[in-house]
């Protein structure tokens, strides 16, 4: 059983940066991809960045690129995501997740992708 919990969100004004980090349990972290979606009130559950087993691929939502980076530390079995130029619109609880194995990396943008989810951190941007 594969445990992530994330930290790091907090309450930002506009243009300003956090870090989440998501911790994973088991020895295993480095076989996975990981991703990060995010669900603001009232909407469904969004992509925002994938990364893949060895960390020399990354994808990212449109909206992101250029502003959030997804990193990862298999020594540490963790998963970060460093968010910079905060937007009022990335307000959110943002959540970590294991990926499962897939044929495509495209598939990473997908949800149903990820095995495993952390209990989400909420990040707050003020405007």
């Known amino acids: 059983q594969v445990q992530l919990v994330e930290s790091g969100g907090g309450l930002v004004q506009a243009g300003g940066s956090l870090r989440l980090s998501c911790a994973a349990s088991g020895r295993t972290f480095s076989l996975y991809a990981m991703g990060w979606f995010r669900q603001a009130p009232g909407k469904e559950r969004e992509f925002v960045a994938a990364i893949n087993r060895s960390g020399d691929r990354t994808d990212y939502t449109d909206s992101v690129k250029g502003r959030f980076t997804i990193s990862r530390d298999n020594a540490k079995n963790t998963v970060s995501l460093q968010m910079n130029s905060l937007k009022h619109e990335d307000t959110a609880v943002y959540y970590c997740?294991?990926?499962?194995?897939?044929?495509?990396?495209?598939?990473?943008?997908?949800?149903?992708?990820?095995?495993?989810w952390g209990q989400g951190t909420q990040v707050t941007v003020s405007s």
């Open positions: 997740a294991q990926g499962k194995f897939v044929l495509y990396w495209r598939d990473y943008v997908n949800q149903r992708a990820y095995e495993y």
